[in-house]
């Protein structure tokens, strides 16, 4: 494979991290409150909203319903209002986050919605404010998960980010698509799939590792 | 200390179930400094009772004093400040399984705003009252249960409230263990004189712990008084087995199979007496043999202390002359001893 090649694929993989890693990082921003509410608010909880938790959570399913593709697409001109333009790598991270909040948010509900009650009861029974018991308690304690939930984020964006080639967005996925299918040079179309499997066991077993790190429920010695 | 006045819970028909009435009429007063049991079947409404008196829950109607202060009108800010004058144990720990024991802690001190140093002190001084200073670094996953409601006991205490509750705090825990806590939590109540609020539906544990017992069924008061008086003359269906219980009412089924109704010939007469008060039992079977000469053998005995008294039976064999029986049965009602005529044995 020739260096301006070699190149290419540097470069496409840097534009894949820059948009997998500011779309996770504003995925997160907002779906980890969103999930932590969606957790929290159905009748007689934290902060109980029933009908708001009610008409997120079909928000949250219709956006998740919708194929990435069209998702894409469909919200060209909010892209452009957004980031000023609706082609290239920043572009992409406009789909790319609003696709993945509502992921994240389900599987942060997932979470926390795995600590045992028992222990809100208990903070309430100290004293504990909603804002204290979700910071003090919930999140801590859904810690190990919300890393596994994160880590299985970013291993999905790594696929969707792989489709905003489709509006020149760049990355692996488009260098791939363009260069091994179009150009049909199989061995480029390898070395995208290779360099895609390597990134997502790297992200998959350094989300492993932390989620065993915080996790304190089952230690041994 | 606590005052229920005109207390009810009604917990209202949701999603095709009816509604419960949890409780009803609850009207007494937890004197301070006591330890009072609340005891009752499951469902007989001791949680809710517990939970209104920290103001996890609200009473339908009337209203409970704690401290003067009557909990359930407050909420929000008001009410988050007054629990913390209220400490809570729970069956299951609930110890935040990311937080070792000193900062489980610690967690209710963050909660209520202590600086970091006041917290480090106040948190060591709390592992070394609950015995488990060594465990400091200990996350809950290593502990044994007694440890980590141990943990439990000394995160309720860090506020310094004045009430503590306790909501089947022995319920997971074998009986050693128990028997530790109860200690621990005896030992509490005397030093730091809180008053303590425990619901159980063991009465072993109101037995070892209790002075005051309060027995709920079905939302209801129905019984309420000294723990002695409570297993010795209980009035209710839900407390008469307390009785069979301490004095031990099932024979041994040696001793139990062998009685029948009529005099065998040189056989002993099969006398049961109730025991109660300090001290009660300890010399009446040297008295009743000394001033009656007659030679009482002892079949079968039972002694608890319960809140401070002997409480409990003794089975006596009488050599089978009636007159002996007669004068026995006499000798006992002259001392105020009840006692009970159960048949022969050969």
Known sequence: ?221 | MVRFAGISKTYPAYRGKPGVNALQDIDFAIPRGSITGVIGRSGAGKSSLVRLINGLEKPTKGCVIVDGRDISALAGRELRLAQRSIGMIFQHFNLLSSRTAADNIALPLEIAGWAKADIKTRVAELLALVGIADKHDRYPSELSGGQKQRVGIARALATRPSVLLSDEATSALDPQTTRAILDLLANINRELGVTIVLITHEMSVVRQLAKEVVVLDAGRVVERGHVADIFTHPRHPITQPFLAEVTGDSLPVSLASRIVSEPPAGGQAVIRVEVRGAGAGDTMVARLARELGIDVSLLSARIDEIGGQHVGSLVLGIPGRDDAQARVLAWLSQYQFSAEHLGYVA
């Open chain 1, 1 to 221: 494979m020739s260096p301006e090649l070699i190149n290419l694929i540097i470069q496409a993989t840097f534009e894949s991290l820059y948009m997998v890693g500011i779309a996770a990082a504003l995925g997160t921003a907002f779906g980890l409150p969103l999930g932590v509410f969606l957790a929290t608010s159905r009748k007689g909880e934290l902060f109980a909203a029933p009908l708001v938790n009610r008409v997120l959570g079909i928000v949250v399913n219709a956006t998740r319903s919708t194929p990435f593709i069209i998702l894409v697409v469909a919200i060209i001109p909010f892209t452009r209002l957004v980031a000023g333009t609706s082609i290239g790598s920043t572009a992409a991270i406009v789909p790319l986050t609003i696709a993945s909040a509502p992921f994240i948010a389900r599987l942060v509900e997932g979470a926390i919605r795995e600590v045992d009650g028992g222990l809100i009861e208990t903070a309430s029974s100290f004293g504990a404010s909603p804002m204290q018991i979700v910071f003090k308690v919930l999140i801590p304690e859904a810690l190990p998960g919300l890393l596994l939930a994160l880590t299985l984020a970013v291993v999905s964006l790594l696929g969707y980010s792989a489709m905003v080639g489709a509006v020149g967005g760049g990355g692996l996925g488009d260098l791939g698509i363009r260069y091994g299918y179009q150009r049909f040079m199989p061995e480029m179309m390898l070395a995208v799939v290779v360099v895609l499997i390597a990134l997502v066991q790297l992200v998959q077993s350094a989300g492993d590792y932390l989620a065993r790190r915080v996790n304190r429920r089952l230690r041994h010695h």
